[in-house]
Structures are given as C-alpha cells and as structure tokens.
C-alpha cells in the first residue's frame, strides 16, 4: 500500500516533467556549464599522510615531531655498489653525486652519510675508536651501499612537479653512473608521496579508456537502439562530470585510492539503464508502441529503482563513519553520483529515448542475445523446482565461510600496496636489508627535569632493554647512545651541553635544545598490521605496570598510523555495516509488511559477504584499507538486485507456479545482466597497480558474483516460503 502510493506520486511528477523535454534539457546542461569551472579545481593529495585526519592524536604528535626534531619529509637515495666496490675508496664519484644533488635549486640539504663523513660538528666530541652512532643507519656493514638523505623546497612537492624533479636526478644520476655497475634506489617519506601519484595518474590512464571500452561493448551488444544507447550513455558521462565539480566545490580530497571511483559511478549507471531498457525492450516485443513501452517500463520499475538508489547512497554514505578523509571524500562522491544518476535517468534519458520514434512498434534485433539472457530464467526457474543442489550449496558455503572469517584479523602493510617491481617496493627491501629504516616507531619522552635526570635515564635504560627483547625489535636508538659514544659522564655532558646547544652538536633529532624531550627510536623487522598492533599492546601493558616520571607519547611513526588507521577504519565499517542490515530489513518491512521478506532480505545480503571473506580469510588475506572499504559499500550495491526480485514479485505467485515463473522470466534477465555489467566493471580494478584498489575490486566482484547466485537460485525457493498457503490468492 505504501509503496503503490509513494510509487503514484513519483509517477504522476514525472509525467508532468516529460511535458517539458526542452527545459529538461536545458537544465542539465546549464548545470553541466556551471560546475565545469569546479572540475579544474579538484583536490588531488598524493601525500601518504592525506590519509590520516588532521585533529587525530597520533598524527597531531607526529606533525609536532617534524615541526621540533628538524624531522621533515625526505627522499631517501640508496647507492649500491658491486661487490669490490667500498665506498672508502670512492670518494670522487660520490662527491660528483653529491654534486649532482646540491646543484639542483629545488634540493635544500644532502645529509646521510655525507653528514657523518663530512659535515659533522660533534664528531670531535666522540671516541674515536667508536663508531657513529648512526653510521649503520646510512652505511652498510660491508661498505657497499650507502643512504643520502635530502630536503626539498616546498614549491617543489606538488605532485606534478616532484614526479618531474626526480626524473630529472634519475636520468643525471643514471647517466654519471653508467657503466659504473652502480645501482641507484628511492625511499623515504616523499618516494611514498611521488609514488603514489604515479599509481593515480596511472590508474587513470588505463581505466578511462578501459571503461569507455567496457561502456561501448556491453550497450553494442545488448542494446541496440540508438536512443537507448545515446541516452544511457550520456547519463553516464553526465552523472560523472557532475560529480566530479561537486568534489572540486566542496575541495574534497582525492587520493591514490579515489582513482576507482569513474570505473563504479559509470558501471553503476549502465547497470541502473539497463534494467529500464531491459523492461522497454520486452514490453516492445509484446506489442506496445515505443512511447508506452517508455512509460510502462519507468511504472514497473519505479519502485525498485528509487529505493535502490536509497539504498546504495545509504550504504555509500556509510564511508563517512571512517576515519580517514579521503575514504569520506569516496563514500560522499559515489552517493552523490548515484542520485544524480536516478534523477537522470528519469528525466534525461527518457527525454533522449523520447527523442526516437514515438510511433510503432519496437521487435527484438537480437535474439541470439536474448536467448543467452534467457538461460538466466531458466536457470531460476530449474533452481526453484529442484532447490536441493541450490541451498545445500549455499550452507556448505556458509560453513565455509564462517571458519574463515573466525580467522581473520587487521593484516595491512603500506609498502606491501605496490607490486614487486615498483621503485618504491624496491627501496624499500634494500632499505629493511641493509639499514633497518623501512619500519620503525618513535616514542617521545617528556621529563621537565632534562633528559640527563639520573630518572629519566634510568626509565629509558629501561625501556630500551625490554624494547630489544621482542622479536620484531631489530635496533633501538636513545639519546643514551651518545654518551656512550662520546665516552663522557652525565656531568661532563651537562656542561658540554650548556656550552653548546644539542641541535649545533648533530642532536637536533633526538632531543630539543631545552632537553625537556628527547626521541626513542625503534626499527622493526617487516611486518604487518597486526604484528606491529600484538606489539604495541605488549608495550602497553609493560608501561602499566611500571612507574617512571614524565610522560611518554603512544607509538608514532608512518607504519603506526597506518596500522591504527587500519584498525579504526575495520571497526567503523564493520559497526556501520551492522547498522545498515538493520536499517535494511526495517525498510524491507516497511515496504512489504512481512517480518520472514525482511529476514530474507537481510539473508541475501548478509550471506555474500560471509561467503567472499570467510573465502578471503582461508586463503591468507585480512581487514586492510581496501578490504575494509568493500564492508562498508558493496551493501548499498548488492542491495539493488534483491529489491528488484521483493518488491516486483507478487505475493499471489508463491502458491501459482505458473505466474512466479513467469515473473522470474521478466525480471532475472535484467538482474544477471546488471550483475555481469557490475563484475566486469570491477573487475577494470584489477588493471591497478595499487594494492587497495586491487583489493576493493576483487572483492567486490566476488561478492557481487556470490548476491546473483543466491538471488537467481536460492532467494525465489525461499520467498515461496514466506507465504502460507491458506493466505494464498
């Protein structure tokens, strides 16, 4: 009853809007103009930590540290030599690369190992038979790879102009070096930063014509009619173009993981125009005029469509709850996009296709086509004679399924979103290898005494030694390894101190001049998410049972907020995926007034998702950044076929099974072309390079996958059963 009212009334508003074709559009057009200019303004933020919120405790500490430490972002160049090569004996060449570095106007300071060879003050001040403290932090063992360290203009770090700046060394450095059998290497904070930008605009070079590909394929192959085609298919570039100056107006931020979103807001269109056609089409073939066809399509599938679109908007929104800026940006762009797209559909399209022949009648041009459609109900309407095979395989897969989600945990590693054979993936092996840099935490010690309070000393002693006891503790660095290099008592340093400040001396990462705080650091093997939180947590509970003066800051460090982001962000979909069921099986109720339809909508959604990461736990995966988004959004996805099977059958065909196969044949062909539609544009993810976006689209289409076989061949079986048969028409 209130779902035919509220069907009426939408019906009756656009009906009054087809009255109008020119002014419909016009106004999309003229709205199309206006948010042109917002579309060169977009965000782009290729940085790593565009990821973390700006008022988050632990990146708020982290930012303090760049700010008080002399601590900013840098690119890391690691210089591999063969094995006769020593870099004692290679003064001249690297002084040439050094040359090269300094020479650029962009290039602030190189540090590294030229820091502790040449330019440092303090190195009088330390025993001479001692090694640096930090020399193995830049210099192997074996001498033969060294760590340079420089410092950027901040005009230069635009990701545009930084990918060119550090083509511009490669190609100086390969060059110098050629024929050298040198092997050159980048990391560091701003490789991440300049590789993330390079998967962006790569991700975008392969997707956009990837996608106008897979656009032109599917609409060529099924639909034939050339207003069909053009109307469906500008309401795709429109829906996208809209959305696109909606994120330039309101600057939301778009990272390396929003070069997605094109590939989900076009394939979601075609899957909302298809559902029209497929409707315009079959009642075509019955006899109506194309003008009627039209009509009766929009009237049929009203319904389905409106609280579809609700519903995935609802499921995108759902991003909103992470804490992460840009998945935000990702959940409010993607809703945006999905109720322009229905307002589209209902006005534009049905203008264009208006715009065809109004009169006569519209048949079939590609049977062979239908025919394979068809396989699809006669798929569903075996499945409903025999359910046996249908739900026997549906519990085993969910027996499966929940011993593998029971195994699964945060597992989520930064350096592990870039294949094999990336630069940065590269550096960063080189780097865990050689100098222990590519994952570590800082602690920051408070003590308004002084970092040379025999207290603070001894806590830090300590905490050194517990540090070092745990397996993934590979190194641990503490002001306390200067006064053992110098060979000076805490007295003698007092005095040292107070006569030159600790930054003049080569300390100014590791303790202020006030000597109020001081650095610990920690590198760690590598390891994973769920490692490095099993560690923190051991650091936890060994702080709680000790007493020590000051205050100490919770793990810092790339590596920690990722992890921590990770975990919040798991969290948050998981709850708010919760919430959505719910919200889910109310409006289920709501529109049909049965407590069993919207238990088996709740069924049809929930199931899906057990099957693919139950399957995703057993075979080693975990909750990361990009799985963890497909949590959060594939519901208001899978959502869309469900409606169109609950809210278009009738109840009088539960105990007719006559009239329940004859409304699968109208509505199954639709719901397997759109989820074929959804799978292969999911499946343009896979073209990535980034390890989020690989994910999400994997998962995503298995999921998607997993919705139609239990919408095809479980979910009719078990609507039959909702009814009782003495209520049966």
């Known amino acids: 009853m209130i779902q035919g009212e509220a069907s009426d009334c939408m019906y009756g508003y656009l009906i009054k809007l087809w009255r109008h074709p020119l002014g419909i559009v016009l106004f999309w057009l003229a709205l199309a103009a206006t948010v042109s200019p917002l579309v060169w303004q977009l965000n782009i933020n290729t940085r790593y930590d565009a990821y973390f919120a700006p008022d988050d405790l632990r990146y708020e500490l982290s930012r303090e540290l760049t700010d008080s430490f002399n601590r900013p972002d840098t690119l890391w160049l690691i ?21 090269i570095l300094t020479d650029n106007s962009e290039v602030l300071s190189v540090a590294g190992y030229l820091e502790l060879i040449h330019g440092s003050g303090h190195r009088d001040r330390l025993l001479s038979y001692k090694a640096h403290p930090r020399e193995s932090l830049v ?25 060119q700046l550090i083509e511009q060394l490669q190609w100086q450095l ?22 993330y930008a390079e998967v962006f605009s790569s991700d975008l070079a392969w997707f956009m014509p990837s996608l106008m590909l897979l656009t032109a394929i599917l609409l060529g192959w099924y639909v034939r009619s050339l207003p069909w085609l053009l109307g469906i298919g500008s309401s795709a570039l429109l829906s996208l173009w809209l959305t696109l100056g909606i994120a330039g107006w309101l600057a939301l931020p778009l990272t390396a ?12 269109s075609l899957a909302s125009g298809i559902h029209l056609f497929t409707g315009w089409r079959r009642l075509s073939n019955l006899g109506l005029d194309c003008m009627e066809a039209r009509r009766r399509s929009i009237e049929e599938h009203l319904p389905p469509l409106f609280w579809g679109a609700l519903t995935t908007c609802c499921g995108f929104l759902l991003l909103t709850f ?76 969910c027996v499966f399924g929940g011993i593998g989600v029971a195994q699964l945990v945060f597992k989520d590693d930064p350096l592990g979103y870039f294949s094999a054979d990336n630069p940065l993936r590269q550096g960063a092996e080189v780097t865990a290898k050689t100098f222990y840099a590519a994952n570590y935490q800082t602690f920051l010690y408070t003590h308004p005494n002084g ?77 994973d998410t769920a490692s490095m939180l099993a560690l923190e947590q051991r650091i936890n509970s060994w702080l709680a049972q000790q007493q020590y003066p000051g205050e100490l800051s919770p793990a810092l460090g790339p590596q920690s907020l990722y992890a921590h982001l990770s975990e919040d962000n798991a969290i948050n979909m998981l709850l708010s995926f919760l919430v959505a069921l719910v919200m889910l099986s109310l409006l289920l109720y ?37 799985s963890t988004m497909v949590i959060g959004m594939i519901l208001g996805i899978i959502v869309d076929d469900t409606l169109h099977l609950l809210l278009r059958l009738d109840a009088k065909a539960a105990q007719h099974p006559f009239i329940l196969r004859r409304q699968l044949i109208r509505i199954t062909p639709a719901i397997s072309l759109t989820s074929l539609v959804l799978v292969a544009g999911f499946m343009l993810g896979m073209l990535s390079d980034f390890g989020p976006i690989l994910e999400l689209s994997l998962l995503s289409a298995l999921i998607i996958g997993s919705a139609w076989f239990f919408d095809l061949l479980v979910l009719p079986s078990l609507w039959r059963h909702c009814f009782p048969k003495q209520n049966a028409p």
């Not at 591999?80 to 040359?99: A, R, T, V, Y």
């Not at 086509?369 to 026997?392: F, H, N, V």
């Open 322 to 397: 992470s804490p992460s800026p840009p998945i935000k940006a990702f959940g409010i762009l993607v809703a945006f996009a999905v109720a322009i797209n229905l307002l589209l559909h209902l006005t534009w399209l049905m203008v264009i296709v208006g715009l065809g022949r109004r009169k006569g009648h519209s048949r079939d041009n590609n049977p062979k086509e239908a025919r394979r459609l068809e396989c699809s109900s006669r798929l569903a309407i075996k499945a409903l004679q025999r359910p046996l095979p249908g739900l026997s395989l549906a519990l085993l897969a």
């Open 174 to 195: 390969t060059a110098l070096v050629d024929g050298q059998r040198l092997e050159l290497f980048f990391y560091g904070p701003l490789a991440l930063n300049w590789q």
């Open 590 to 626: 709501w529109l049909r007034g049965s407590i069993r339809l919207a238990l088996l909508g709740l069924m049809a959604n929930l199931l899906p998702l057990i099957w693919v990461f139950g399957y995703w736990g057993m075979t080693g995966g975990g909750l990361s950044l990009g």
């Open 451 to 527: 970092a040379l309070d025999p207290e603070a000393v001894r806590f830090v002693n300590r905490f050194s030694r517990f540090l070092k006891q745990q397996p993934e503790v590979v190194r641990v660095d503490t002001l306390i390894d200067w006064f053992r290099a110098a060979g000076l008592g805490r007295s003698a340093l007092e005095q040292v101190f107070k006569a030159t400040p600790p930054s003049e001396l080569g300390l100014g990462k590791e303790v202020t001049d006030d000597l109020q705080r001081q650095l610990l650091q920690v590198y760690l093997r590598p390891t």
């Open 79 to 99: 210089i591999k030599g063969p094995e006769d090569w020593q870099w004692q004996h290679q003064q001249s060449q690297l002084e040439q690369i050094n040359n």
């Open 139 to 163: 210099i192997s063992k074996d001498g033969r790879i060294v760590l340079l360290e420089m410092e950027f203009e901040q005009s230069a770090l635009s990701p545009e102009l930084f990918g």
């Open 257 to 268: 993981i929003s070069g997605v979103i094109p590939v989900i807001l076009v394939v979601l």
